[in-house]
């Protein structure tokens, strides 16, 4: 691998948003393909910093400083990814469920999902389960993530598996769930295609969710 791309990745690793940003307009100006520093520099290293999250090397903190690098380094990138006709994995629409507030944990996957190279409708919080149906269907979405943080909220994601299926879509749409008080148990029980404990693995889950 290039040199420059070695360095996004380590920066990035290390939060170093300038730094970052700096290293990719250099590589821009190199010629470099979009596609390749994206994926062998920006994502290469968000995909560490995920594997380190999961196994509680790394906590929320550092996330967030990598996931704040790795906006820096999309920003002159995003519009060369476009006009080279490099794809999103998929579309995954996210948001907090009806009734709870809690953004935290549904930001993370976001900014986790998107450092695998989805694209994120971030539904926002105290989200209806139409609604999320409705985004799925208007950006042609292949998974829903419902986020929960409430014992007395998270009852509210059996309604998003039943709006997926009202609306025609169990199967096409798949349903992934998470946050402190969900399990896999309870996934299974309200028939939600997959659980996933932290961000890191949301975004492993949604990229077997969309056949990626
Ligand atoms: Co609230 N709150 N809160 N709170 N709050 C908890 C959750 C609570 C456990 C605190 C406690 O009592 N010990 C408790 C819930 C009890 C229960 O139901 N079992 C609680 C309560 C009771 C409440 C209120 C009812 C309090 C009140 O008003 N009486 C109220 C409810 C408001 C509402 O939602 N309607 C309330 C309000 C709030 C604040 C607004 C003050 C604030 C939220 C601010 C915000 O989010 N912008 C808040 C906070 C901060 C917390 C705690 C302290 C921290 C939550 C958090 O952000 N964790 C929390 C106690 C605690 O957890 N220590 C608590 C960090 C975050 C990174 O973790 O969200 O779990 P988490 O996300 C993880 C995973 O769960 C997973 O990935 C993330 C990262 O790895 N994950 C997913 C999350 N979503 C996922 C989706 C996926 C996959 C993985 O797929 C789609």
Redesign the pocket.
């Known amino acids: 691998m290039s040199a420059i791309l070695e360095q996004i990745k380590e920066n990035l690793i290390k939060g170093k948003a300038n730094d970052v940003k700096a290293l990719v307009d250099q590589a821009i100006k190199e010629d470099i393909n979009p596609g390749e520093i994206l994926n062998q520099g920006l994502l290469a290293g968000m995909s560490i910093i995920g594997e380190r999250?999961k196994k509680n090397e790394v906590y929320?903190p550092e996330v967030l400083i990598a996931a704040r690098a790795m906006k820096a380094g999309m920003e002159n990138l995003k519009p060369l990814l476009a006009s080279a006709g490099v794809e999103p994995l998929a579309t995954v629409v996210?948001g907090t469920v009806k009734?709870?507030?809690?953004?935290?944990?549904?930001n993370?996957?976001c900014m986790m999902l998107e450092g695998a190279g989805f694209k994120v409708i971030d539904a926002g919080i105290?989200v209806e389960p139409e609604k999320l149906v409705q985004l799925a269907q208007e950006n042609n979405a292949a998974v829903i993530?419902?986020?929960?943080?409430?014992?007395?909220?998270m009852v509210n994601m059996k309604n998003v598996v039943e709006s997926v299926k009202s609306a025609g879509l169990t199967g096409k749409v798949k349903v992934?769930?998470?946050?402190?008080?969900?399990t896999q148990s309870f996934a299974d029980e309200i028939g939600a295609d997959g659980?996933?404990?932290?961000?890191?693995?949301?975004a492993d889950?949604a990229r077997t969710l969309a056949g990626k």
């Open positions: 999250f929320v996210v009734g709870d507030l809690h953004d935290i944990g549904k993370l996957v105290n993530g419902a986020s929960a943080l409430l014992t007395t909220t992934m769930i998470g946050g402190a008080p969900v659980y996933a404990p932290d961000a890191a693995s949301a889950l």
